[in-house]
């Protein structure tokens, strides 16, 4: 384990390669299997002694299936307030805090704790649910801000991959304080390289891709063109999938050129494969024509 963890530092700090990315995906799947694994044998051994001491006070309690009824009403009506509650300014609804450190383990010393591993600046994850009946800020949930490696790597670790999300639903992953919209102050005068994946692609390329991008993104590697980054998406889609890495400035054209060559490169795609670029303003005006394309 100490092997692994110094090898991901590693790879976020100085740039992951895509056998490592790989690892890392697998890692977190072997992960997820042994969670569902353990979570699906405990319910059912609990489920048998519930049957077997409902047996015996049957005569004495009501009706057990009128009684789950009425619980099984009442936790969809708390789910359904839940959802009505969800904001980008109100934590109502869902626990979307995050503390590094809980309160019981704050006592561990120094001298046996892992270090943190800073990073040059805090990062939010988003998760929008993609319902057309809501308005973008209804869509839009604040799953947690981190500033660490160690935090960044156990929100992704809790989190399903990409693949594994409903369609028409979007992560957003973006530096603190900006959100994953157009018309923020920090995003309003820029546009976004967008890559697409067929749906072939999104058991096998879709989850190890999106790695790479945040890991590029976080650990800052995209050079001297590193601050031009505000943030990417991974767009889970009927017609295909797409991973959007969204740029602060157009105006700043040899930067956005590139960032997109270094995508490209990273994510290994060939010279037949080409990445678009579009601006959010023309976006937002609904503009259609070509595009750049690398």
């Known amino acids: 384990m100490d092997l692994y963890w110094e090898k991901l530092v590693e790879n976020i700090l100085g740039g992951a390669t895509t056998t490592s990315t790989k690892m890392a995906a697998t890692t977190l799947k072997d992960v997820k299997k042994s969670e569902v694994a353990t979570i699906e044998s405990k319910p059912i051994t609990a489920m048998k002694k519930s049957k077997l001491n409902l047996k015996k006070e049957v005569k004495v309690q009501e009706n057990p299936k009128s009684r789950r009824g009425r619980m099984k009403s009442r936790i969809e009506d708390d789910a359904s307030k839940a959802m009505k509650n969800l904001s980008l300014t109100s934590d109502e609804g869902i626990d979307i805090s995050y503390t590094p450190l809980s309160a ?3 006592s561990i010393p120094k001298v046996i704790m892992r270090p943190q591993h800073h990073l040059a600046t805090s990062w939010t994850f988003w998760y929008s649910v993609g319902n057309k009946n809501l308005s973008w800020e209804q869509n839009q949930v604040k799953i ?13 670790s809790q989190l399903r991959p990409p693949s594994n999300i409903p369609t028409g639903h979007t992560y957003s992953v973006f530096r603190g304080g900006v959100l994953p919209d157009w018309e923020d102050v920090a995003n309003v005068e820029g546009g976004r390289w967008m890559i697409t994946c067929s749906k072939v692609e999104r058991e096998d390329r879709l989850d190890s891709r999106w790695l790479e991008v945040l890991f590029m993104m976080v650990g800052e590697h995209m050079g001297e063109s590193s601050r031009q980054v505000n943030g ?21 054209m040899k930067e956005v050129l590139a960032i997109g060559r270094k995508i490209k490169n990273k994510l290994g795609l060939d010279i037949t494969r080409k990445i678009k670029f579009a601006l959010h303003k023309e976006d937002k005006e ?9």
Request: glycine letters at 6%; proline letters at 2%.
């Open 104 to 106: 019981s383990i704050t």
């Open 144 to 156: 947690s801000t981190v500033s660490t490696i160690e935090q960044f790597w156990f929100v992704i």
């Open 232 to 252: 990417a998406e991974a767009c889970v889609r009927k017609k295909g999938d797409r991973l959007e890495v969204w740029v602060r400035d157009i105006s700043m």
């Open 286 to 294: 609904g503009v259609k024509g070509p595009r750049l394309a690398l």
